[in-house]
């Protein structure tokens, strides 16, 4: 059964970094590729960044230089790490895993962004 477990959530101030993982099992993981996506308080679910099978990565403009999407196939983990966090970095983040019609979610770490 496949399963994606996010961690490192938690509350930071504007500012400041935070690195979230996610650790995947129940997949072909290098095969696959991942993202992180977000929702917000009363917003829709969106993406933040991507990363290919092959380790290429593209990122939403409201992120874009601040945060970083890696992967460790060895480890079957991915990473965001966030710097210069704002307000509105504020979610509950989710790790994607895709490939063709397959779509897999975890369950979702909460980043809170407050001084």
């Known amino acids: 059964q496949v399963q994606l477990v996010e961690s490192g959530g938690g509350l930071v101030q504007p500012g400041g970094s935070l690195r979230l993982s996610c650790a995947a099992s129940?997949?072909?993981?290098?095969?696959?590729?991942m993202a992180w996506y977000r929702q917000g308080p009363g917003k829709q679910r969106d993406l933040v960044a991507t990363?290919?099978?092959?380790?290429?990565?593209n990122y939403a403009d409201s992120v874009q230089g601040r945060f970083t999407i890696s992967r460790d196939n060895a480890k079957k983990m991915v990473y965001l790490q966030m710097s210069s966090l704002k307000s509105e970095d504020t979610a509950v983040y989710f790790c994607?895993?895709?490939?063709?019609?397959?779509?897999?979610w975890g369950q979702g770490t909460q980043v809170t962004v407050s001084s």
């Open positions: 994607n895993a895709n490939r063709d019609r397959f779509f897999y």
């Open positions: 129940g997949i072909i993981f290098s095969s696959y590729s």
């Open positions: 990363i290919t099978s092959g380790g290429g990565a």
